[in-house]
């Protein structure tokens, strides 16, 4: 069993910066690949990014790359998502979730993770 608990979110404006953060416990955090979602109101839930349980492959949508970075400290048992250059299309609630998986880590979709925070709202103002 994990629990996931997200932090960091909060109103910036379009251009600026913020770093969100996943603490993980109850579980083996090592052992899960990571992911974060997002969600704006009247649209579907949004793959953003993703990281493998080993730290050394990670994953971005075409709308967040070269400005999102997902990493994680397993000594910490924490996932850290830094956006740079946010936009007001950045505008969501941002999820945090944890897959367990054998061979493959279906990173891109939400059957791929069993494990959910409960959301923090970030806010990009123009």
């Known amino acids: 069993q994990v629990q996931l608990e997200e932090s960091g979110g909060g109103l910036v404006q379009a251009g600026g910066s913020l770093r969100l953060s996943c603490a993980a416990s109850?579980?083996?955090?090592?052992?899960?690949?990571m992911g974060w979602f997002r969600q704006a109101p009247g649209k579907e839930r949004e793959w953003v990014t993703a990281?493998?349980?080993?730290?050394?492959?990670?994953y971005y949508a075409d709308s967040v790359r070269s400005r999102f970075t997902i990493s994680r400290d397993d000594a910490k048992n924490t996932m850290y998502l830094q956006m740079n250059s946010l936009k007001p299309e950045d505008t969501a609630v941002y999820y945090c979730?944890?897959?367990?998986?054998?061979?493959?880590?279906?990173?891109?979709?939400?059957?791929?993770?069993?494990?959910w925070g409960q959301g923090t709202q970030v806010t990009v103002s123009s």
């Open positions: 990281i493998d349980r080993s730290g050394s492959s990670t």
């Open positions: 979730a944890a897959g367990q998986y054998n061979n493959y880590f279906h990173y891109d979709i939400p059957v791929g993770y069993d494990y």
């Open positions: 109850g579980g083996t955090f090592s052992s899960y690949g």
